[in-house]
């Protein structure tokens, strides 16, 4: 007999107040009051699924952040505008940096941080670097980018969509949200589709959204991937700047999730980005090395944390410090502070040493395929962002020589071709990394 789709499934209204409550007042982030609570509305759909605060280890797995929202006595269309408000001021960023308008810092219009984050608004970016972010980080997120680098890399990632789901349907079929979102359903979603479980309007057509709910539903297990390891592998991979763009992207997949408009809004920047800025300089192989490197690996999953925009942003009780500036500190090599990531409590100092040797593993395996074809076009080397010098080469003439080719490795090898030594721009000459030649 199929679960009957009862308010047994959602969290009840009284538990709802009672853990916002909680979370409100023992839990901040590094933002305005108005948005950590349009942040914390989407926390306790988590931790009723979860189990965790009030909802005291019963899982209410069909609340949606609708639910929540309702719950609190919230006017849901005021909740999502004002959601969709904070993307819009990243996709503005996007669309004015390519037409050329100078967009050198992550602020809005009104000259506010974005996502009221007020460190963001110390910055002084490149916004192509920043446009090279956002595009990465909205690809990585794509099931079927995933699914490729599965295949490419041999490994694991696991991943999913949001849809329209019809609760009503999911009723009859004796589904209910922890199915859809932890079982592999990828050779059901077309069955879903013609049951009408999943529902897709066409355009200007109206839902009810009483009974139909956007929720997650999960195509391929896996160990997924952590939003830690994509920004600070983009970090250390190409530049600050980039990793920016793509934390950036993160935070437009976690605020569409309750907007007027469901659709992959970071996907759609990508793609918007592609498609008129072709001066983008990122090749398919830049998206899958990051969206391989932010995977979790299984057996390191205790020291791999998956925060969430809300863990990233949470100030820590200690250095009043959230995750995130910690991480961007990381990426400059600046000081960092020990602290525990996402709600698995990760050690950061761990976390740190695992990236940093993770990446330059990755970097290094890149070495011998390069050498063994120094014979191939300049472009192919330049796509690994790999430069040669011989010996002897002065080391202002060296810099000149990375900073054109925008490489991250410099590679000394004699007239024989062997190699005598690897430099990495990130660690052994920090001052060039945040210096870029003139964009053209």
Known sequence: MAKELTRWSVAPREL??????????FEHLATTEEIENLLFVQSLEGRAHNGVGAFRKRHWMNTTIDDVVKALGLDPGLIKKKRQALIDDIVQFAQDAI???????????????????PFLGTFTVDPYEVLRGLYIGGLRDNSDIRKEV??????????????????RIMQKMGLDGEILAHMGNEDKIEEY???????????????????????????????????????ISAGLLFNLDLALGVFLSDAIDTLEKYTPSYKDQDDELAFYIRD???????????????????TIIEEKEE????????????????????ALENHLNFIQGTAVVPMELGHARVDSRKFYGYIKQRVFEFKAKAVPLVVAGLEKPIEEIMDRRLTFVEPGTPLKKAIEIMLLAKAELLVVADKN????????????????????????
Do not use: W
């Open 16 to 25: 709802i107040k009672k853990d916002f409550k909680r979370l409100s007042k």
């Open 150 to 167: 599965e295949e490419k890399y041999k490994i694991t990632i696991g991943g999913g969509t949001c849809y329209l789901v019809d609760t």
């Open 303 to 322: 020291i791999i944390p998956d925060s969430s925009l809300r863990y990233l942003l949470s100030l820590n009780h200690r250095s009043k410090m959230p």
């Open 417 to 440: 071709k062997r190699i005598l030594g690897i430099v990495d721009a990130k660690d052994l000459l920090p001052q060039i990394v945040t210096t870029k030649p003139e964009e053209k």
């Open 99 to 117: 037409r050329g308008e100078k967009r050198d810092r992550l602020i809005n219009k009104k000259g506010e941080p974005f996502l009221g984050i």
């Open 193 to 231: 589709k013609r049951k009408g479980l999943i529902v897709t309007p066409k355009e200007g057509e109206r839902i009810d959204e009483e009974v139909v709910k956007y929720m997650y539903i999960r195509d391929r297990i896996g160990p997924g991937h952590s939003d830690d390891s994509a920004i």
């Open 276 to 294: 008129n800025y072709p001066q983008l300089g990122v090749s398919m192989e830049d998206v899958y090395d990051i969206t391989y490197l932010a």
